[in-house]
């Protein structure tokens, strides 16, 4: 089965009007990757405040915009909280639901990050599902179990439209990746799990890793089993470091 790997930058809460200056230049160098058959998508995800102004730069270009989180309503009383209708509307194509910060900061459970990615999918929207274990529960020989628990509580209905990132909260932001066997391990038991969850259309979905991804360590992750791209935070801040991660697919 072919999945055509994805490349998403989680902007996470950086970046100010003026910053459309480096997405100008995502849009650039994903166009030349574009052209020279890259098999990638490329996607970014800004803070809510600037998605509507990306999505006017990125229209026809090979980026699309995606939100970092959503409510799981379409309107109603909820101060501050962004409808995935929203996100749709501002021009959004995808959206992050259940990062590890917002479960942790938010107290995001499995059962609201799967209300939200149900939301995603209401909205007409991708739900890229953001699971992952702790050191202490991978020391713990406990990192299958959590993800596993996770997976079962956090994916929607559908297996179209949905995709996950696997994200050891000990590689976020650190420096520290798992060693790629370990990745091709998790990415194994995601795939047998979606498997298990939607049947054949499990192995649809694509599953991207994440966690210190740089473009100095990307090419021996993306060439891991069962990875489909990566959603990266920090390095995705810069142009020229996120598009030489998604050039590992040219
Ligand atoms: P990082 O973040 O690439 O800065 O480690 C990844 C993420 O949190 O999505």
């Not at 930058?9 to 030349?32: F, H, P, R, T, Y």
């Not at 489909?228 to 810069?238: M, T």
Request: net charge neutral; hydrophobic share 45%; with cysteine.
């Amino acid at each position: 089965m072919a999945r055509r790997p994805l490349v998403a930058g989680n902007w996470k809460m950086n970046g100010l009007s003026a910053s459309i200056a480096e997405l100008d230049k995502i849009i650039v160098g994903a166009g030349a990757l574009a052209q020279r058959s890259a098999n990638v998508d490329v996607m970014v995800c800004p803070p809510a405040t600037l998605i509507a102004n990306f999505a006017v730069a990125a229209r026809g270009s090979n980026v699309a915009i995606g939100g970092q989180d959503c409510h799981a309503l379409s309107a109603g009383a909820f101060t501050g909280d962004i409808a995935a209708e929203m996100l749709r509307d501002a021009g959004a194509q995808a959206v992050i639901v259940g990062h590890s910060e917002r479960r942790q900061y938010h107290g995001e459970t499995d059962a609201a990050v799967r209300a939200k990615a149900q939301a995603a999918h209401r909205a007409g929207l991708l739900a890229i599902v953001c699971v992952g274990e702790t050191r202490a529960e991978r020391d713990g020989g406990r990192a299958r179990e959590v993800v596993g628990a996770q997976l079962d509580g956090s994916l929607p209905e559908n297996a179209a439209a949905t995709l996950v990132a696997y994200e050891p909260i000990w590689a976020i932001g650190t420096g520290l990746t798992p060693h790629p066997s370990d990745v091709a391990d998790m990415h194994g038991f995601i795939r047998t799990r979606l498997g298990a969850r939607f049947g054949e259309a499990g192995e649809t979905v694509r599953i991207l890793y994440g966690g210190s991804v740089k473009a100095s360590n990307a090419k021996e992750l993306m060439a891991t089993a069962n990875v489909d791209g990566a959603l990266v935070g920090g390095a995705s801040l810069v142009a020229g470091e996120f598009l030489a991660i998604a050039g590992v697919y040219r």
